[in-house]
């Protein structure tokens, strides 16, 4: 075949080489791994922990209950996780614009896991080159013991991570009941298998590839770079001319740079680049490149530093402006937010209440000249403990409010509902007017809360 047909039976894509990342130390490594230890360990414990009799943190659908701790969030409260995405999504920005991908390279949940499994991985079929050779080795006792302990700790630690996942919904020791009798609901074993299921592909199989081609922030990375964003680099004019040398030789004579080109930094990299071709999408900033190339120029007796965080402008010699107007906007937006979102919700109302016309009639007229509407009030107790609460009503002349006794019981974390009668004088509104239905608890004054219902009575 010729033209596109034969390009297509050639193949238009390189199949996909597995990439075996070197393991190494260094200052950075150690952060990624102290970052990875503090990310999974909150993940793994935070289930398990207890405050109030109940569990701390539990987002419980069917009661549409919310527990963080000490607060209670309901469905009313919705705005809040939008105003945290808005707090994420800035945070985003400002961290790339200050130092590129550092949430990709330290905190991302696709790096964190995929650095667990290569751990597991090491652990079991031993360094970068062993695992090669198992990997080209011919199938033996040896290679399947291996293979199968790399795929049991896997496979083990995937559905420890699916059952965490669904306790934080299902409270964990019940769950774990469940699972000891076989007694898990369709629904909570399907999310603990799905969830497993995904963490073991993506973690052991996928790894690099979700993030150069499945995650989208590595295509828009670039619209938030500038020439004084602090990025992984490779210091050309220091380094080039490449080449191997022997340490007793004279390489500056020889017209070299400090690059030995041993490709160290492309055998740690756990995307497979090449960092002294230049800043490339699929990094993910993890600076395991620095690191293996501080240590070779260590023992080469070089300075450090050959690959570095570095701006455009430091390269070119220029001044470094880290702090710069939009990394200053970018800081001040995120700090009103996060002041403004940590106020709201530590003052937040912790009653509401909804007030709904009763559809079977629009008014009634009463024997005592009286005009009377009825309205469902609901009343939404978000407090931790009981409270009795008072309806009242205000906006027209002489309005009366009846609802079968003097006050309403709400429970922690209770909607009460209670018909309330409004009653008005015939001669206080013609047609219909706003009124205010206000609620108040008898043992806290300052719980209160206010709807708007509408007032209907008959025109002439």
């Known amino acids: 075949m010729t033209g596109l047909e034969g390009q297509v039976d050639g193949g238009l894509y390189e199949a996909r080489q597995k990439i075996y990342p070197r393991d190494i130390d260094g200052r950075f490594q150690r952060l990624r791994t102290a970052?990875?230890?503090?990310?999974?360990?909150?993940?793994?414990?935070?289930?398990?922990?207890?405050w109030g009799g109940r569990q701390a943190v539990l987002f419980d659908l069917p009661a549409r209950q919310f527990h963080?701790?000490?607060?209670?969030?309901?469905?009313?409260?919705?705005?809040?996780?939008?105003?945290?995405?808005?707090?994420?999504?800035?945070?985003?920005?400002?961290?790339t614009a200050l130092a590129g991908r550092l949430f990709c390279g330290y905190a991302c949940p696709q790096t964190v896991w995929t650095e667990t499994f290569l751990w597991m991985e090491r652990f079991v079929e031993g360094n970068r080159a062993q695992q090669m050779r198992l990997a080209r080795a011919p199938w033996?006792?040896?290679k399947l013991l291996r293979k199968a302990a790399k795929q049991f700790l896997w496979i083990t630690f995937s559905l420890w991570t699916g059952f965490t996942f669904v306790g934080y919904f299902t409270p964990i020791g019940e769950l774990a009941g469940s699972i000891a009798h076989l007694g898990t609901g369709p629904w909570e074993t399907f999310?603990?298998?799905?969830?497993?299921?995904?963490?073991?592909?993506?973690a052991g199989f996928m790894r690099e590839q979700v993030c150069k081609y499945m995650c989208p922030y590595a295509r828009f990375q670039s619209a938030m770079f500038d020439r004084d964003t602090l990025i992984i680099t490779y210091d050309e004019k220091r380094g080039e001319p490449r080449g191997a040398r022997k340490k007793s030789v004279d390489y500056k004579a020889k017209g070299l740079g400090d690059c030995v080109d041993c490709t160290v930094c492309v055998q740690v990299c756990p995307t497979g680049i090449d960092i002294r071709k230049g800043l490339q999408y699929e990094c993910i900033a993890c600076a395991a490149c620095i690191d293996a190339c501080d240590e070779v120029m260590d023992k080469v007796g070089y300075p450090r530093g050959l690959i570095r965080y570095d701006t455009q402008s430091g390269l070119e010699g220029k001044?470094?402006?880290?702090?710069?107007?939009?990394?200053?906007?970018?800081?001040?937006?995120?700090?009103?937010?996060?002041?403004?979102?940590?106020?709201?919700?530590?003052?937040?109302?912790?009653?509401?209440?909804?007030?709904?016309?009763?559809?079977?009639?629009?008014?009634?007229?009463?024997?005592?000249?009286?005009?009377?509407?009825?309205?469902?009030?609901?009343?939404?107790?978000?407090?931790?403990?009981?409270?009795?609460?008072?309806?009242?009503?205000?906006?027209?002349?002489?309005?009366?409010?009846?609802y079968g006794?003097?006050?309403?019981?709400?429970?922690?974390?209770?909607?009460?509902?209670?018909?309330?009668?409004?009653?008005?004088?015939?001669?206080?509104?013609?047609g219909g007017a706003d009124i205010q239905v206000s609620i108040q608890a008898t043992d806290a004054p300052e719980l209160r809360a206010t709807g708007k219902a509408r007032f209907l009575a008959p025109s002439d």
């Open 35 to 50: 970052a990875a230890w503090v990310l999974l360990g909150i993940f793994y414990a935070i289930p398990w922990l207890r």
């Open 68 to 95: 963080l701790f000490g607060l209670t969030l309901w469905p009313q409260d919705f705005y809040y996780l939008t105003w945290l995405l808005v707090i994420a999504a800035l945070s985003l920005f400002f961290f």
């Open 140 to 142: 033996s006792g040896e």
């Open 191 to 202: 999310w603990v298998l799905f969830y497993g299921g995904a963490t073991y592909v993506n």
């Open 319 to 402: 001044r470094k402006r880290v702090m710069r107007p939009r990394t200053l906007v970018y800081a001040t937006l995120l700090a009103l937010l996060a002041t403004g979102f940590g106020y709201s919700i530590t003052h937040r109302n912790l009653v509401g209440v909804d007030v709904l016309r009763d559809r079977n009639a629009l008014y009634r007229e009463r024997p005592d000249e009286t005009v009377e509407n009825v309205y469902n009030v609901k009343i939404l107790n978000k407090d931790a403990k009981a409270h009795e609460f008072v309806i009242t009503a205000s906006g027209i002349p002489g309005i009366v409010v009846s």
């Open 405 to 430: 006794s003097s006050t309403v019981w709400a429970g922690p974390g209770q909607v009460q509902g209670v018909p309330v009668r409004v009653r008005i004088p015939e001669d206080a509104l013609e």
